[in-house]
């Protein structure tokens, strides 16, 4: 999702899972090890590693890949009964950002009965102006504000009736998918979260589901899930769709898995046959059978998840002032106890995953709410999230918005 002159790497396990911190570290220092000793590698590596096939077809490969996925999908969310509709009277706009899928997506969901129009291929590089990457939740336009934007999917949508779902779009590395709906003023986001709604409206009823979700979701999301009586468990994680892997592992070693993870971002991660068993994968092609297969393309098939939440960020930050804990710490709960005053069941603490992380829950006025601030882990900046499942309480949370920057941000400023 960056662009080509930031690309990196991805590492993924034999069963399909991304890697997580301690296998990083592990990789890199063997990485270092080898690199100081005085062999040559290749030459060690012989017999241990085969050059893929030159005959294999990667783009069909996918196809395959894909259409196998689509019936275990089917019988997770049955609603459409394998059909993969779009109630529209032009095609679906699909853009790949440019990535790989390009290829072969468009011609594999027009075998699939679905009239497709991809628009990234006129872009100048892959990510650039394109994809789910430029996209972000929330995010909505009038009709004449998306004929000005940069993106090349904006630019194409064109006005249809409320409810209509307009658009698909992958990013570069194709493991997001994001939409956009036609609401009454011009297109509008639908982020993972809303994707992930219609998923569990649809799901089979055969099966107990678990449904993890990252502290950047919306807590309404979450509420309603908990309340739904095909739904058994529902877990919170920390930022990155490895961590939903990592969170909901264990279910996905039933015989039928029945488990969910969700990222606002457009991260759904499903289960996947492998060899021997299932495996949990982020995949934005997959994300975009399994929505359609769940009605989110009928008319009015769009339902937002209902709650509210705002993420801004203090930037510039020294990042090494915040750890979480300390000080500026007990800042932020203070900030917490003046702001919201009446709040009950107040809890702080972090996550395993996210060491510099300060979380502090409870209830408003009968509501769920939520407050984060954690390190960014690629940029000069500390993020502040505020989330509750009832949109009334806007006007306090972002008090409580105004009151933690207040607080942190001359203590993060770098010198």
């Not at 196809?63 to 689509?70: F, I, K």
């Not at 019988?75 to 990535?99: K, N, Q, Y």
């Not at 898995?257 to 949990?280: C, T, Y």
């Amino acid at each position: 999702h960056n662009p080509v002159e930031d690309s990196g790497l991805k590492v993924f396990d034999e069963a399909g899972r991304k890697s997580t911190p301690t296998m990083e570290r592990s990789i890199t220092r063997t990485m270092l090890d080898l690199a100081q000793e005085d062999h040559d590698l290749i030459h060690l590596m012989q017999g241990l590693v085969k050059p893929l096939a030159s005959d294999v077809d990667v783009d069909e490969v996918h196809g395959a890949w894909l259409t196998a996925r689509m019936d275990d999908l089917e019988a997770m969310f049955p609603e459409t009964e394998g059909a993969l509709i779009h109630d529209a009277h032009a095609p679906l706009l699909l853009d790949l950002s440019r990535g790989s899928a390009v290829g072969w997506l468009p011609a594999w969901l027009e075998a699939n009965g679905l009239d497709v129009q991809e628009v990234s291929h006129a872009a100048t590089a892959m990510n650039r102006h394109c994809g789910a990457g430029e996209l972000s939740p929330g995010q909505r336009w009038t009709w004449a504000q998306a004929l000005q934007e940069d993106h090349l999917l904006l630019r194409q949508v064109r006005k249809a009736p409320e409810g209509t779902m307009l658009a698909a779009a992958l990013d570069g590395d194709g493991d997001r998918c994001l939409m956009l709906v036609a609401e009454r003023e011009g297109p509008a986001v639908v982020d993972g979260d809303a994707m992930a709604l219609r998923l569990l409206n649809a799901a089979a009823r055969d099966r107990a589901w678990t449904v993890a979700a990252s502290i950047e979701s919306d807590l309404a999301l979450t509420s309603r899930a908990s309340a739904m009586p095909h739904v058994n468990q529902v877990l919170e994680t920390a930022v990155g769709d490895r961590w939903l892997s990592v969170a909901l592992a264990e279910g996905s070693t039933a015989a039928l898995p029945a488990v969910m993870g969700v990222e606002d971002s457009g991260h759904l991660v499903l289960p996947s046959r492998r060899e021997g068993g299932w495996s949990l994968v982020g995949d934005g092609a997959a994300s975009l059978v399994a929505v359609l297969l769940a009605g989110l393309g009928r008319q009015g098939g769009v339902q937002q998840t209902g709650g509210w939440k705002r993420r801004t960020s203090i930037a510039p930050s020294d990042r090494s002032r915040w750890t979480g804990t300390g000080p500026l710490a007990e800042a932020v709960r203070s900030a917490v106890r003046s702001t919201l005053p009446d709040a009950k069941d107040v809890t702080s603490g972090g996550l395993e995953a996210e060491p510099n992380l300060l979380l502090v829950q409870g209830t408003l006025d009968g509501a769920r709410f939520s407050f984060g601030v954690r390190n960014s882990g690629t940029q000069a900046k500390t993020s502040l999230s505020a989330r509750t499942d009832e949109p009334r309480l806007e006007e306090r949370m972002v008090a409580l918005l105004q009151a933690v920057d207040d607080a942190l941000r001359p203590a993060l400023a770098p010198s």
